[in-house]
Every structure is written in structure tokens, then in C-alpha cells.
């Protein structure tokens, strides 16, 4: 018998293997699990999310600036006479008492001044004398009549112009000697220099600054604001001066004077503030910050992971707990802090709002909601 076509070409089929029916069932389980997970993953995922409740806590609206203490009286002192300075005795940072010498000049014209008014003065009064003794003579005889009327007048008028004259020459000794007092240029309070504008050796004019004294007493905190922080109508609630190397070195502050113009570079008004009885670390020249607290106000503050965006606008998901989903919500943002975000709009106390897990949500998705902190 001849031998069939698919023999002679393929050669005898291989017998049935037993092990294919155990492969299959254990291919099977896998392929069904996988076929089951698929089927799972359609009909909804449910990813867990932690929420937070919105709740409306004290907002304190406040300002600050940073500035440096002043004194509240500060005097620019300066020599009343021209000349060379020959000597200055104190330094910035120096403290001094009122009368106390800061700097001298060269009283050499001065004192050649003085010598001068001096000998005026002297020959003044001895020609008033002389003409008080030729008075008196006059008066003698005019009374014995021996002299007329008219004589004794003309020595009247000569004794009188002799007083006149001593009074003059009294007149300019006074303002010579107030000339040399003002070669010593001295404090005029107790207080600290500041500024120093004079040189040994340099020739000064008259009012030229010389040195700037801060007296001692009451301080002033002098700072600057942001301008849109005084376009209220109420005053600051409080205000407080602190170090900025010690912030917990603190004290009250009031206002007591506030710019007219406006830093156009910066929007900063300068506002000059009263410190009420400075601690003994603040001092002049110290570096401050100053805190003015404008309001205090209940409003919504969230955390700051829970922002999200809804159509380039600040949004956040808001859980529904009936339904059990999320949707997008628009709110308005009064302004950011370090990692709160303080809501004015678009939040009611109560809601229930992600913040974690708000990478892949989308609205109306349901979600499982484990309560988070919401501080």
C-alpha cells in the first residue's frame, strides 16, 4: 500500500504530550485575574484622598517695615565765628554733658579784639571822668553866677556824650568777649554725637555744621510702610518695634507722624513712630522692624498643597459627602502665607476640601475621603 502524502512529508505525528493540560491550567487562573482586574479598573477606581474641613479662623491683618531708632530732639551745632580749628575733643559714638567743649578755634584775633575793647574801655572812663569834674566846676560857678547858662550846657553836652561813648565801648567789650567764648564750640545738651563734620586744622565760617547731637530723652522708630497699608480709614490697632537681631526684644510704639509724599520707587511712606519706654537693648542707631497690626478678622485658611487650577485660576476640590465625589471650586486668594493660604472667597466654613492626593482627581470622581490635618 502506498504511504500517504502527509506522512512522507511531515513524518509521524508526535503523540500527545501529558503535561499540556496542566500548563493550561495554570495559565488559565492568571489570564482570567488579569481579564477580572481590567474588567475592576473600567467599572471605577475609587483612589483615597485626605481632606480637610474648612473652618474660618482670627485673620490679623498686619504691616511691617524695617527702619532705625532716631532721637526724638537732634541738634546740628556749629561755630558762630570764622577761624581755624585747633582742636576737637570728641568722635562719633562720644556722649557728652551740656556746657562740655567739643572744639576750639584759633582765638588769636579774638583776644587782640579783647585787648583792644579793654584799653577803649579805659580811656572812656577816664575821659568821663574828666568831663564829670569839668560838670561839676561848671555847675559851681554858673550857680555863683560867674559863668553863664550856656557854658554849664556845653559841659553837659560833653559829659553826656562821655557816657555815651563808655557805653559804646562797654557795648563792643560785651560782643568781643562773646566773640572769644564762641571760639569753644560746646553741647548744648547731654546726649551722643553722631556726626562729626570738622577737621583739626580746617578754617570753618560761620553756621557751618560741625557736628550733629542726638540728646538724650525720648526715642523714635523711623520706617517705611507700603503706601496701599495707610489708604484705610481706621487707625492701627497696635503697633510694635522689635531688633531685627533680637526679634524678641520688643516694645509698644504709637504714631506720631506720617510723610505727606510718597517713595515713588519703592510705594513706601516714612511714618515716624513714638517707642514707649524702650528696653535698655534698643537703642539709637539700632536696627528695627517695626509690626503695625490693622485688623482682625474671621476668614477661611487653608493649607497650601490643597491649591490646585481650574481653567489658569486658583481652585481647589471640594468633596461632596452625600455623593461621595469631587468637584473643582474657583476661589479668590487674599494673599499667600509661608504654607496657609488665606481664602476671601469661594469657601464656606464646613466644606470638605483635598489636600493630598489631588494629582489625578478630576470632577464628579468618586473618591474615599480619610480625614486629614487641617492646620
Excluded: W
Amino acid at each position: 500500500m502506498p504511504t500517504p502524502l502527509v506522512t512522507r512529508q511531515m513524518g509521524r505525528l508526535p503523540p500527545t504530550s501529558t503535561k499540556f493540560p496542566l500548563l493550561v491550567a495554570a495559565v488559565l487562573p492568571l489570564l482570567l485575574a488579569s481579564c477580572s482586574d481590567d474588567v475592576s479598573e473600567k467599572a471605577g477606581y475609587v483612589p483615597t484622598v485626605r481632606v480637610a474641613t474648612a473652618a474660618a479662623v482670627s485673620d490679623v491683618v498686619t504691616v511691617s517695615g524695617t527702619g532705625e531708632v532716631k532721637p526724638r530732639v537732634e541738634s546740628v551745632l556749629s561755630f558762630k565765628v570764622s577761624g581755624r580749628v585747633i582742636a576737637r575733643d570728641v568722635e562719633v559714638g562720644d556722649r557728652v554733658k551740656v556746657g562740655q567743649v567739643l572744639a576750639s578755634l584759633d582765638p588769636t584775633e579774638q583776644k587782640a579784639d579783647l585787648t583792644a575793647a579793654e584799653a577803649a574801655i579805659r580811656a572812656r572812663q577816664a575821659t568821663l571822668r574828666t568831663a564829670e569834674s569839668y560838670l561839676n566846676r561848671r555847675r559851681t560857678l554858673t550857680q555863683t553866677g560867674a559863668l553863664p547858662q550856656q557854658q554849664l550846657d556845653e559841659a553837659i553836652q560833653q559829659y553826656d556824650s562821655a557816657v555815651n561813648d563808655l557805653d559804646a565801648a562797654q557795648a563792643n567789650l560785651a560782643s568781643v568777649q562773646e566773640s572769644l567764648a564762641q571760639t569753644e564750640l560746646k553741647a548744648d545738651a547731654d546726649g551722643l554725637i553722631t556726626a562729626v563734620s570738622i577737621e583739626p586744622g580746617e578754617v570753618v565760617q560761620p553756621s557751618s555744621a560741625a557736628f550733629e547731637l542726638a540728646h538724650d530723652g525720648e526715642l523714635d522708630a523711623v520706617f517705611n510702610v507700603d503706601e496701599s497699608a495707610l489708604t484705610r480709614d481706621a487707625q492701627p490697632e497696635s503697633v510694635e518695634v522689635a531688633l531685627v537681631d533680637r526679634p524678641d526684644i520688643r516694645a509698644v510704639a504709637r504714631i506720631q507722624e506720617i510723610s505727606p509724599s510718597v517713595d515713588r520707587k519703592l510705594g513706601t511712606v516714612r511714618l515716624k513712630l513714638s517707642i514707649t519706654d524702650p528696653p535698655p537693648e534698643i537703642t539709637l542707631g539700632s536696627a528695627i522692624v517695626a509690626y503695625a497690626k490693622l485688623s482682625e478678622v474671621g476668614r477661611i485658611s487653608i493649607p497650601s498643597q490643597s491649591l490646585t487650577s481650574d481653567n489658569g485660576k486658583p481652585a481647589v476640590f471640594v468633596v461632596d459627602p452625600a455623593t461621595e465625589t469631587v468637584e473643582t471650586r474657583q476661589i479668590e486668594v487674599l494673599r499667600y502665607d509661608a504654607d496657609r493660604i488665606i481664602v476671601a472667597n469661594g469657601l464656606e466654613p464646613g466644606d470638605q476640601l483635598v489636600v493630598d492626593g489631588t494629582q489625578f482627581l478630576y470632577p464628579k470622581q468618586k473618591v474615599r475621603a480619610v480625614p486629614g490635618d487641617a492646620q
